[in-house]
């Protein structure tokens, strides 16, 4: 198993992480539960989607869900298929559930947002590094390594200067190949936050554990980013297009 490599010196982790965790929280009108399941029983499955597509979102999924009750009749509205997480919120308007975590190993996203509906309108990664591209670069990139481009679009964030590629993840060095040697010569401190750190492979520390004030902005209906804080509690923003 190939795990991500950083330039950073990382906090070595004695065992790896297994957790069998339920978590619960509620609004007026909803209940959401999300559990996950990160003990040798799902260890075959996890090993194969992380060494794969990476893709915990589908029915192979026996490791982790989240679901919405109805507060007041106890039905069931949803439950879909999730990464591991260690938080969960429902939004002051009732219209997302937000999910973060610090888990890293085995864990390709540490957010998800789900719809009321059970839709995942975004996941995201986080980690230390990440390839701080020009434009130009970036097409360089994308001209040499199409398929490992293609394979790294849920990974790319564009600004009006730069594109940055969250590629320091576990399997990417035997995945990407050359790719990873063209990347890795443009490491950089990560673009929202230089303040997030990683344990050798079990967690990675994104957010205030102790006080995260995650906050939603809307745009009339439509959610378009998310405020919390980072572990120093500098606050900073992610955005969503829903």
């Known amino acids: 198993m190939a795990f991500l490599v950083s330039s950073l010196i ?33 260890e075959d499955e996890l090993h194969e989607m992380i060494m794969t597509d990476q893709n915990p979102f589908n029915a192979k999924n026996n490791y982790g869900y989240i679901e919405l009750l109805d507060k007041k009749t106890g039905e069931l509205i949803f ?10 919120i429902i939004s002051e308007n009732e219209k997302h ?12 996203y540490q957010l998800v947002v789900y719809n009321t ?17 020009t434009l130009s670069q970036y097409d360089e990139f994308s001209m040499a390594f199409p398929k490992e481009c293609e394979d790294l679009v849920d990974f790319t964030y564009f600004d009006n200067e730069f594109v940055y590629i969250d590629f320091l993840r576990m399997n990417m060095p035997k995945k990407l190949g050359k790719a990873w040697g063209f990347l890795i010569d ?4 990560n673009h929202l936050t230089p303040n ?7 967690y990675v520390y994104w957010f205030s554990e102790k006080n995260p004030e995650i906050s939603l902005k809307y745009n009339n209906k439509n959610l378009i980013s998310i405020n919390i804080n980072d572990p120093k509690n500098e606050k ?7």
């Open 196 to 202: 997030i750190w990683e344990t050798t492979t079990n």
């Open 79 to 88: 439950k879909k298929p999730s990464t591991a997480l260690t938080k969960i």
């Open 117 to 133: 509906k059970g839709i995942l309108v975004k996941k995201r990664n986080f980690s230390s590094e990440e390839s701080k591209l």
């Open 186 to 189: 443009y490491v950089a401190p």
């Open 97 to 108: 559930i937000v999910g973060i975590s610090n888990i890293m190993v085995w864990n390709p």
């Open 10 to 42: 990382a906090k070595a982790d004695p065992f790896a992480y297994s957790g069998k965790v339920l978590i619960t929280t509620e609004s007026k009108n909803f209940i959401a539960n999300h559990y996950h399941n990160w003990t040798s029983d799902t």
């Open 236 to 242: 900073f923003k992610i955005v969503i297009l829903e």
